[in-house]
């Protein structure tokens, strides 16, 4: 596609529900992150797919969070028994990489999820 | 320890008026710098990116410089629209920093608000 997607972009949800949030990168593009915004904070990292290497999840808060990614297509990021403080703007973002440099972050326009 | 901190943490100017918001870094090995413009509800989009040899770059009304020596960044706003009004991000890439978190180190931004 043209750009990077997000599905769905609005989510509401009751507490202990699981959600799974999905993003579709640009094609060709090897490396996608997923962030977590909440309301009027800074981006914070969660995870981190570059080609078929090992993801960086160094960034995920809790074992409730999950996130797969097939060769360099869809990923997927789940979250399990959702809190109240799961809710907030979850932004994926994918970009091209060679020779080991990270190239510019295209960002989806987020997925906003409120659990209640 | 690689961090990034961008200053003022928000800004509010009158339309037409000037601004420059700053953008710290202790990141080594420096490979470059983005700003980003992230309008609310919006994911973030590039503005501008400075490698190590570069000083001074322009994209329109936006004038962004780099002092690698001092380790320091600013982004400077001409003759302020409504439409400037946004979340302004640095983001440091880190040279052969092994793929953790893609390389990147996120500020966590200026919320700059334009008034009539």
């Known amino acids: 596609g043209a750009g990077v997607s997000q599905s769905p972009s609005n989510k509401v949800t009751e507490k202990g529900k699981d959600v799974e949030l999905r993003c579709d990168p640009i094609s060709g593009h090897t490396a996608l992150y997923w962030y977590r915004q909440r309301l009027g904070q800074g981006l914070e990292f969660l995870i981190y797919f570059q080609g078929n290497s090992a993801p960086d999840k160094s960034g995920l808060p809790s074992d409730r969070f999950s996130a797969e990614r097939t060769g360099e297509s869809v990923s997927t990021l789940t979250i399990q028994r959702t809190q109240q403080e799961d809710s907030a703007v979850y932004l994926c973002a994918s970009s091209f990489t060679s020779g080991g440099n990270t190239g510019e972050l295209f960002f989806g326009e987020g997925s906003r999820l409120t659990v209640l | 320890k690689n961090q990034v901190e961008q200053s003022p943490q928000s800004l509010i100017i009158l339309e037409g008026k000037n601004c420059t918001l700053q953008?710290?870094?202790?990141?080594?090995?420096?490979?470059?710098l983005r700003w980003y413009k992230q309008d609310t509800g919006r994911g973030p989009v590039s503005l501008t990116i400075m490698t190590f040899s570069e000083n001074t770059k322009s994209n329109g009304r936006y004038t962004a410089t780099l002092d690698a020596d001092t380790k320091q960044s600013s982004l400077h706003i001409t003759a302020s629209q409504l439409s400037d009004s946004a979340s302004y991000i640095c983001?440091?890439?880190?040279?052969?920093?092994?793929?953790?978190?893609?390389?990147?180190?996120f500020g966590k931004g200026t919320k700059l608000s334009v008034k009539p």
């Open positions: 983001v440091v890439t880190i040279m052969n920093y092994g793929g953790s978190q893609g390389n990147l180190i």
């Open positions: 953008c710290n870094y202790t990141v080594s090995p420096f490979s470059n």
